[in-house]
């Protein structure tokens, strides 16, 4: 089975905090993504990555970063937290492009700012 | 732009009730259509897809059919179980997506489904 690992389920942090979420997958997928996810607002697009070393912006960059160094790896980096930015972060990976293919998700990592 | 627009929720339902969940999509071209669910504490994951008109999805009793004329990909079940409780989210692409577009999933808001004994 594929498996997408985020390495933190629930992180608190404090506002202007840098803030690296994690996500590793083990099914040598090419594309990558990271989303946030809010009640009432469903899953937002941040970042995605179709290749190593290359990144795309998604709907709502602003305040992102992301590096992707190594295929299995794709890192969410927040230079600065603030309290906006409180919400539950998503992981994926896929294979291909989207019409054959389906994305498979971590568990997701809850980041609180304070 | 493409969008996907869901029923609103939450949906409670006692178990071994039918389930419905509409979904109506607007897109470009011919896209395909995707269910995802998402249970208490987990990610998503895939429950169902089409990638024609008049095709049905199917997988864990749940269905779904491409129905192009009406733009709609409704979820139904046609007996809820407790452990059904989850979120359900609709989503697309389409193949006229091109260069990094093509890579992307457009997403419903999700419906929230509760089941009780």
């Known amino acids: 089975d594929v498996k997408v690992t985020q390495s933190s389920r629930y992180l608190v942090k404090r506002t202007g905090e840098k803030v690296f979420l994690e996500c590793v997958q083990d099914?040598?997928?090419?594309?990558m993504f990271w989303y946030r996810q809010d009640p009432g607002l469903g899953l937002r697009l941040i970042y995605f990555?179709?290749?190593?070393?290359m990144k795309e912006k998604g709907d709502i960059p602003e305040g992102y970063s992301v590096s992707r160094e190594k295929k299995e790896r794709f890192s969410l980096i927040l230079e600065s937290a603030s309290t906006n930015q409180t919400s539950m972060y998503l992981c994926?990976?896929?294979?291909?492009?989207w019409g054959t293919g389906e994305l498979f998700f971590g568990e997701g990592s809850r980041l609180t700012v304070l | 732009g493409d969008s996907v627009t869901q029923m609103e929720g939450p949906v409670t339902l006692s178990e071994e009730a039918f389930l419905t969940i509409n979904c109506t999509y607007t897109?470009?071209?011919?896209?395909?259509l995707f269910w995802y669910v998402q249970y208490p504490g987990e990610g998503l994951q895939l429950l169902l897809k089409?990638?024609?008109?008049?095709d049905k999805g199917s997988n864990k009793g749940f269905e779904a059919t491409y129905r192009k004329e009406t733009t709609s990909f409704h979820l139904e079940k046609g007996s809820v179980q407790v452990s059904d409780s989850a979120v359900y989210f609709c989503a697309l692409t389409s193949p006229a997506y091109s260069g990094a577009g093509s890579y992307q999933l457009t997403f419903g808001k999700g419906t929230k489904l509760s089941v009780i004994p």
């Open positions: 099914m040598d997928h090419e594309n």
């Open positions: 089409a990638t024609k008109a008049d």
């Open positions: 990555s179709y290749d190593v070393k």
């Open positions: 897109a470009t071209g011919y896209p395909s």
């Open positions: 994926a990976s896929s294979l291909g492009q």
